[in-house]
């Protein structure tokens, strides 16, 4: 099992760039999302998905998409990078057992983007 | 506004001394607070709490839960250079949606000096 994997490690855009960060899960977990952790804030919730075809916004959405074709990916979409973008982002999964995803979640190794 | 502090932001210590990270939370609907530790890159799961004044172990960590006054502290004892990371508590709360609501501390950074 690989777990949970994100690529790129690290990425550097322009202002206006768009890009889109991938995440993928081979335990067959109904649950993913992603975070961003940038320093003081802790980690913060940006969009979920309880299975294929659903997803939901979290706590930080704006500037993101996020859509999921199959149980195994969950990409991150961003369409106009924006300095405020500049963070690191977080991949997570888990099992989702009547409605609590947050049980024992396996994170992925992250992704530092800088936006210029 | 729900919300998760901890303290303290960081500590430095030695090599075998105990350490007590604290956690407290303003959270609706609590279901149950999370501890993670985050080296160099992603969180890992360290524990679990639900109930109050039951205290759970793995190795030189414990933690324990105080539902009453509203927070957890996360011990280490004989601390080694290796516990040195960022460790995260984070609250789940009901949401009234698909899923529960999950609030992250900002973390306390630990470092262990030999």
């Known amino acids: 099992n690989a777990g949970v994997t994100q690529t790129p490690k690290f990425q550097v855009l322009k202002t206006g760039q768009s890009m889109t960060l991938q995440c993928a899960q081979d335990?067959?977990?109904?649950?993913m999302s992603w975070y961003r952790q940038d320093p003081g804030m802790g980690l913060r919730l940006i969009h979920y998905s309880v299975g294929a075809g659903i997803t939901d916004q979290g706590e930080v959405p704006n500037g993101y998409n996020v859509s999921r074709s199959t149980t195994e990916d969950f990409p991150l979409r961003l369409l106009s990078a924006a300095p405020s973008q500049t963070s690191v982002y977080f991949c997570?999964?888990?099992?989702?057992?009547?409605?609590?995803?947050?049980?024992?979640?396996?994170f992925g190794p992250g992704t530092r983007l800088l936006v210029l | 506004e729900d919300k998760v502090v901890q303290s303290p932001l960081s500590l430095v210590v030695h090599e075998g001394d105990t350490v007590t990270l604290n956690c407290s939370y303003e959270v609706t609907n609590f279901r149950s607070l999370l501890w993670y530790k985050q080296e160099k890159k992603a969180p890992t799961f360290l524990f679990m709490l639900t109930s109050s004044g039951i205290e759970k172990k793995s190795g030189r960590l414990s933690s324990i839960l105080d539902k009453k006054e509203l927070f957890s502290i996360l011990n280490i004892t004989a601390t080694q250079t290796g516990d040195s990371a960022v460790y995260l508590c984070?609250?789940?709360?009901?949401?009234?949606?698909?899923?529960?609501?999950?609030?992250f501390g900002t973390g306390t950074l630990l470092a262990v000096q030999p």
């Open positions: 984070a609250v789940e709360g009901l949401n009234g949606g698909a899923t529960n609501k999950l609030i």
């Open positions: 997570a999964s888990s099992y989702f057992p009547a409605g609590r995803p947050q049980q024992t979640q396996y």
């Open positions: 335990m067959n977990h109904e649950y």
